[in-house]
């Protein structure tokens, strides 16, 4: 490594080594939807609720309930969002693909030959 760089340990780099279950990407979608949707209806509620009440600390605190929801639905990876899961390499394992790369750029002098 670089002087001066230090190195992170693996537990920091590596969450697969931790046994924290990770999201997978459909998971990851739905949540992001579900963050949107829980903020808008408690953002509306709460507009409407400070309206009637004609106070803005009531609708501060049903907007901070809703972010507390939120973080309480969509942030740990729960079991619903992770049915996808991607399959992944292990570590140290067989890196190199058993087909060639196909290249599209050009291989040699012969390649850019006219037509006419």
Known sequence: SPTGMRS???AVVSTQSTGV???DFEG???ADI???AILGVFGIAGFIWGYLCESFVETFYVVSVGSLVTTLVALPPWP???KNPLPFL???GNTKSKK???SFGK???GSSKKKN
């Open 34 to 36: 579900l963050q949107y």
């Open 28 to 30: 990851q979608r739905l």
């Open 107 to 109: 291989t040699g002098k």
């Open 8 to 10: 992170f340990p693996k």
């Open 100 to 102: 060639p790369v196909q």
């Open 90 to 92: 292990t570590p140290g």
């Open 21 to 23: 279950p990770e999201m």
């Open 80 to 82: 619903c969002f992770r």
